[in-house]
């Protein structure tokens, strides 16, 4: 070794290092010398970014082969990819682009596929392919999220002063108190909740007894209805533009006879014509007293009206109901309603994206009407008749002297609603906070998975010595027996 220059020395182990890395470096990629046997396939991407040849590719995250060649045929990237014999791959394998580790290194992966379907076999092609993500396309499309984010924060700090963030501290804290509210009023009254579930339960278990015929002549009832509702849709709808031209004229005359103006004004001013009035009005009472019991009925009927509006949360949308309810007895009572559907009809809309046709239903919203008849037993009644165009039937249960009411509704048997399999059923409690103002919730269409949600709402109900006041402007006179 004392012939061997310095030099030589060093050539020598630079060799030798060169070996080393060389080796390394085929191990490590996995790229054994001369690696060639195997069976390829084919598959085809619409973006393959950071993808390169030689790249690894694994099934389930281990090694099963390579990136064998990449070409661009017809705007796509078409894959060659080179697999070890022992793997098999089923027919509907699903191959995607993945990043490994923090580096952001990318790989094939391959599904090996279901076991019922045939192998693939050298010279076939992987039709399910899923293309990598577009870094770039999503840093932009945060970047301007985030600007979107920043513009709403700006103007949210600008709109709420202290004032309205008094304000919202103050709802939150009477949010509290109703929720304090109904956990004590459900505690109390836990019992005759279990015991209305219990006979709910048993009027069901009875109308399963009966058997499909129920069913059966239930969807006939339901079908015949509808298409009497067809062929009267358009008097449906004269009738409602009577209904708001009489409300405007009875506005009109209400702010008359606050005047003055007109006979019926002077009439309501004028002492004299007040007392003849009265005078009338004695005598007209004694008569119907000696009228007899089906006198006695007309005088005592009650006339409430209630306007609800329910937002959907699972739909993102409001539902609007307006009732006319005529109670000429404490124990029954006619129900005559308008109700705004958002989702009760719907529509195919066909688009045309980049050359394919997709089809998507909307949903649209239908003005539809409700005509029932309630029988009242003490804390519950039984309501049957038409709701929202077709047949249905359902139930309340008072408590708490009527200022919360628990309320179960089925209709639409034969599911005509958009979307719908099943009938539509819906749960609901009621809550009377004032005299003339209430709060719902509940759960809208048990029956159907994909619209079952919850919702909330509130509404105002009057009576008719609410009306009297209205639209008598405090100053009507007030006829004896009213």
């Known amino acids: ?14 060799i030798v290092v060169l070996l080393a890395l060389s080796f ?22 619409d973006n393959i970014s950071g993808l390169e040849e030689k790249t690894k590719v694994k099934v389930a995250g281990v090694d099963a082969g390579i990136v064998e060649r990449i070409v661009l ?4 990237a078409r894959l060659i990819v080179l697999l070890k014999p022992e793997i098999e791959i089923h027919r509907d394998t699903k191959a995607s682009i993945r990043v490994a580790g923090l580096l952001g290194d990318k790989y094939l992966a391959l599904s090996s596929g279901t076991s019922s379907e045939p192998l693939l076999t050298d010279g076939e092609a992987i ?11 999503l840093a932009q499309k945060l970047t301007s999220a985030a600007g979107y984010i920043s513009d709403l924060a700006e103007t949210l700090t600008g709109t709420f002063g202290a004032s309205e963030k008094e304000a919202i501290q103050e709802s939150i804290r009477n949010l509290r108190e109703i929720t304090k509210n109904f956990n004590e009023i459900l505690k109390e009254d836990r019992e005759p909740l279990n015991r209305t579930i219990t006979k709910l339960e048993n009027f069901s278990n009875s109308l399963s007894d009966k058997g499909p015929g129920l069913v059966d002549d239930m969807r006939e009832i339901a079908k015949e209805l509808k298409e009497a509702i067809k062929e009267n849709r358009y008097a449906f709808k004269d009738s409602v533009d009577n209904i708001k031209s009489f409300a405007a004229s ?24 007040y007392n003849s009035i009265n005078k009338f009005a004695d005598n007209a009472n004694k008569f119907a007293e000696s009228a007899g019991k089906g006198m006695e009925t007309v005088t005592n009927l009650k006339t409430f009206m209630n306007f609800r509006s329910e937002y959907l949360l699972h739909e993102g949308e409001a539902k609007g109901y307006f009732d006319l309810i005529l109670e000429p007895r404490k124990d029954k009572y006619y129900i005559l309603g308008i109700v705004s559907d958002p989702i009760a009809s719907s529509t195919t809309s066909v688009q045309v ?3 394919r046709e997709t089809q998507e239903e909307v949903l649209k919203r239908k003005t539809e009407f409700t005509a029932q008849f309630a029988k009242r037993f003490e804390d519950y009644a039984l309501r049957i ?21 628990l309320s179960v509704d089925v209709w639409d048997f034969s599911a005509d609603e958009a979307k719908a399999d099943k009938a539509h059923a819906k749960i609901g409690l009621d809550y009377k906070i004032f005299k003339h103002l209430f709060i719902t919730t509940g759960i809208d269409n048990l029956l159907n998975e994909n619209y079952m949600g919850i919702y909330v709402g509130g ?9 009297k006041y209205i639209f008598g402007g405090g100053g009507a006179p007030k006829l004896p027996g009213k």
């Not at 039709?127 to 396309?137: H, P, Q, Y």
């Open 1 to 14: 070794m004392k012939g061997i220059s310095t030099e030589l020395k060093v050539g020598i182990f630079a």
């Open 24 to 45: 390394m470096t085929f191990k490590v990629g996995g790229l054994g010398a001369g690696w060639k046997k195997g069976y390829r396939l084919y598959l085809s991407f």
């Open 73 to 76: 045929t017809e705007g796509r």
């Open 127 to 137: 039709k399910n392919t899923e293309s990598a993500l577009d870094i770039d396309a």
């Open 250 to 273: 009875a506005d009109k005359l209400a702010q008359n006879i606050d005047k003055g103006e007109g006979t019926l004004g002077k009439l309501f001013k004028d002492d004299k014509l």
């Open 353 to 355: 994206n980049e050359g």
């Open 385 to 405: 008749g038409m709701v929202e165009n077709t047949f249905g039937a359902g139930a309340d249960y008072f408590f708490k002297k009527d200022t919360i009411k």
């Open 459 to 467: 509404g105002l109900q009057f009576e008719d010595e609410d009306f």
